[in-house]
């Protein structure tokens, strides 16, 4: 039905000013997303008509897993997805299914977290300090867990955590966090993809709707993922998120939307069009003050959507995040959408990517800074991003101060501050910046065997 009153109401949006803008190549359009609430503006261009205000008859798919979705784009089974931010990248510099896959727009900044499970935070909780009311002290280092990942290999008992996707945010994510307090979270090899090589806690692929209930079963002890799968832990009794990303890495670069380099170039029209209903999405999900969040929370709470309680859901995409039951703190950029630029397709949060990809061994040998900077300007597509967002602000549906039209690609420098491991990030740097963090490959090393060499 759903389809149906698409197409009946494009009568409508055939009037609209937008149309004029662009000649569409192809205007029948299928879109998969994993079900996360950071797939917000696919659900809310559709919901709110932006895709039919630009002539576009769009269907939304959700996806099993990462990896069906990257596979359904690739053989253009799905036009375009909401992606992990490394899949475009992985795939394009050929780690894992190879193809060249573009992103022209960045989804949202934040919108993660690490949950563990109930006995360990108990295991935890002497470790971490406390606030004069009691409450544990935010940002909680990875430093608190460390003893009992050694008590539990003393005991012969691996410590399993889950994520999502090996190229995938929270991937990386949980790696910098266990790294940061001193665990090391394995490496990966040419010959070894498991990412487990040497390391303390065994990182592995779990679904994110399966999160919460396969460490209620005991097989992890905790996860990175994203909304609202964290707070399902909380609500259901099960665990304890103990940072979020945004506490980990101020306003970090999250999801994106992939589409193949071959449709952007036979669908250029196309392609700007989808591009100027999902900024218009953003927009309407962070203006006046996330004035709107409440009636995105409905949308995403129907089950073609997110579809978890309406409750867990707005924990945290309405300014506040729940970490033990009761203890509600205010963080009102967990979930950004259009503020800070959040969807300008940076180079620098491309190559911070590529850092941590060569960090652990997914990219096996030393690039020279000049490999990362090319490798991120053949995925992320800020030329396609800004000819959309020239269109909105001509048609007066968008600011002409809201965007980085002088950008170089370039954020300038994240400071050290920003970061839970006190480590600046300067994006025209990758090298200095992967010699500068601790625990992980450095210069020409390698991984041979179980050995790191170099």
């Known amino acids: 039905m759903k389809r149906i009153a698409s197409i009946l109401a494009a009568t409508v949006a055939m009037a609209t000013p937008a149309m004029a803008d662009l000649e569409l190549e192809k205007d029948e359009l299928t879109f998969g997303f994993i079900k996360l609430t950071d797939m917000a503006p696919l659900a809310v261009a559709y919901e709110q008509g932006y895709f039919l205000d630009e002539g576009l008859f769009v269907t939304l798919e ?12 690739i053989d253009g089974q799905l036009d375009g997805a909401h992606m992990l931010a ?37 295991a935890m909780k002497p470790n971490v300090p406390k606030m004069e009311d009691g409450r544990p002290q935010h940002p909680i280092s990875a430093s608190a867990l460390k003893p009992v990942v050694e008590e539990y290999t003393a005991a012969g008992k691996p410590f399993n955590m889950g994520m999502v996707f090996p190229v995938s945010t929270h991937n990386y994510e949980l790696r910098y966090w266990l790294a940061a307090g001193g665990i090391e979270p394995g490496y990966y090899s040419p010959e070894n993809i498991t990412g487990q090589i040497g390391a303390e806690a065994l990182l592995s692929v779990t679904p994110p709707p399966q999160m919460p209930a396969t460490m209620e079963a005991g097989t992890i002890y905790g996860y990175a993922v994203g909304e609202p799968w964290n707070q399902q832990a909380v609500f259901k009794g099960i665990g304890v998120p103990v940072i979020t990303d945004y506490q980990m890495w101020k306003n970090n670069p999250e999801k994106v939307f992939g589409i193949t380099n071959e449709f952007a170039e036979e669908y250029p029209n196309t392609t700007k069009a989808v591009v100027k209903a999902l900024i218009r999405a953003a927009i309407w999900l962070d203006e006046n003050d996330n004035a709107n969040r409440e009636e995105a929370v409905e949308i995403l709470s129907r089950p073609e959507y997110v579809g978890a309680d309406p409750e867990v859901i707005a924990n945290s995409m309405t300014g506040f995040f729940e970490f033990e039951k009761g203890d509600k703190r205010d963080i009102p950029d967990f979930n950004v959408f259009f503020r800070y630029n959040a969807t300008y397709p940076y180079y620098s949060d491309a190559i911070w990517y590529l850092t941590q990809m060569r960090r652990w061994g997914q990219i096996s040998e030393a690039k020279s800074d000049e490999w990362y900077i090319d490798a991120a300007k053949s995925v992320y597509r800020p030329d396609i991003y800004l000819e959309a967002a020239r269109l909105l602000v001509d048609a007066g549906m968008a600011n002409e101060a809201d965007f980085p039209w002088d950008s170089d690609g370039f954020k300038a420098p994240t400071p050290a501050a920003d970061i839970i491991d006190g480590i600046a990030y300067d994006g025209k740097a990758p090298n200095a910046y992967i010699d500068s963090l ?17």
């Open 62 to 73: 959700a996806q099993a897993n990462w990896k069906v979705l990257l596979d359904g784009v």
């Open 86 to 122: 490394g899949q475009p990248l992985a795939a394009t510099i050929g780690y894992g299914t190879e193809a060249h896959i573009i992103t022209p727009f960045s989804m949202d900044l934040n919108g993660n977290g690490i949950t563990v499970s109930n006995e360990i935070w108990e």
């Open 438 to 454: 601790p625990i992980g490959l450095k210069g020409a090393q390698t991984v041979v065997g179980t050995e790191v060499q170099g």
